[in-house]
């Protein structure tokens, strides 16, 4: 196999581990690989004057646009806070529009899918991005199929990976499919990160959203589901705690949160059951009857269509070292 050329994407305002992460997952695979295979990674901006993170880092192209004429094996756009909301940069937007047909694999890191959008190249595809703005991305470009709760998808030549640390899950796994899983594998020990990370986003983030208003009565049935997860939980009882109907309950909890009582009422016991899985070693009978899922065998069953993987599983996984 030849040398795999790597185009980064970077452009003021740039998530610096979405740069980052990608990179030295590249740069460690080099180590594993013969010289011939081995990954060359540059930085495509519109300037090679210093770009600045959001995290106030500076960072510098290796190639401007216009000296980037050449294909690679592999183009990635990086994400950064303002690009759910900005209009790219002409010039980043008219080299990416090309990025099909400068390379074998294009996509993104994180909000750089809005990029990869603004150029026409999510319609009649799956994609995803970071979990908050994965909406957002489905709503301005409701040609794309997006999935709002993967680590990374690939459809044909386009990839796209959620937020942030994804970007390392993404590089991974193309490591991984061109050299092999125990490739993909020593990378990660040798970056100290989990090898494949199993299931959704949502483990890895708040899977809860409150509403606008703290002191609505959507909020309010939040806290009360939160504070008492082992509860019974009816639409006609928390209808009653705040004084409305079944039936407005209903159309004002999916105006606020997005969701349906029972999704949100299903999703907080998952977010519980997840944390005590990774703080503590109780069994599975037991953190099922305290999160409310009533048994072992209906909390399974949640977590394998949820998030893809059952409590044991992502015990195994997930479980932090230290006190139970």
């Excluded at 009649?124 to 709503?139: M, P, S």
């Excluded at 594998?185 to 983030?205: P, T, Y």
Aim: aromatic residues 6%; neutral net charge; charged residues 20%.
């Amino acid at each position: 196999m030849p040398i795999q050329a790597v185009a980064i994407v970077v452009h003021d305002g740039v998530q610096a581990l979405d740069v980052a992460g990608p990179v030295d997952v590249f740069a460690e695979a080099n180590a594993y690989v013969d010289s011939t295979n081995r990954y060359e990674t540059v930085l495509v901006g519109a300037t090679r004057d210093t770009l600045r993170a959001s995290n106030g880092m500076g960072m510098m192209a290796d190639l401007t646009f216009e000296e980037a004429t050449g294909g690679f094996d592999i183009i990635l756009v990086a994400g950064g806070p303002a690009l759910p909301e900005a209009e790219p940069d002409a010039d980043l937007l008219r080299w990416v529009k090309e990025a099909p047909w400068r390379s074998s694999i294009y996509g993104s890191i994180c909000t750089g899918a809005f990029v990869l959008g603004h150029a026409g190249l999510l319609d009649d595809r799956r994609v995803t991005t970071h979990w908050q703005n994965a909406q957002a991305l489905a709503v301005k470009f409701p040609k794309a199929a997006v999935e709002l709760d993967a680590i990374y998808v690939r459809d044909g030549r386009l990839v796209t990976s959620a937020g942030v640390t994804a970007g390392i899950d993404l590089a991974l796994a193309l490591v991984g499919q061109r050299h092999g899983v125990e490739t993909a594998l020593k990378v990660a020990k040798r970056l100290v990160v989990v090898a494949q990370r199993q299931g959704g986003q949502s483990q890895f983030s708040p899977y809860l959203t409150a509403p606008a208003d703290p002191a609505s009565p959507i909020a309010r049935i939040q806290d009360h589901v939160m504070a008492n997860i082992a509860g019974r939980h009816t639409l006609e009882s928390l209808a009653a705690m705040v004084g409305m109907s079944p039936r407005n309950l209903a159309r004002h909890f999916v105006q606020e949160a997005g969701i349906t009582p029972h999704e949100f009422i299903e999703r907080a016991r998952v977010d519980a059951a997840r944390m005590m899985l990774e703080g503590s070693n109780r069994p599975l009978k037991a953190v099922a009857y305290e999160c409310g899922f009533g048994s072992a065998d209906r909390m399974r069953i949640v977590f394998s269509a949820r998030l893809g993987v059952t409590p044991a599983q992502y015990r195994a996984s997930f479980r932090r070292a230290g006190p139970t």
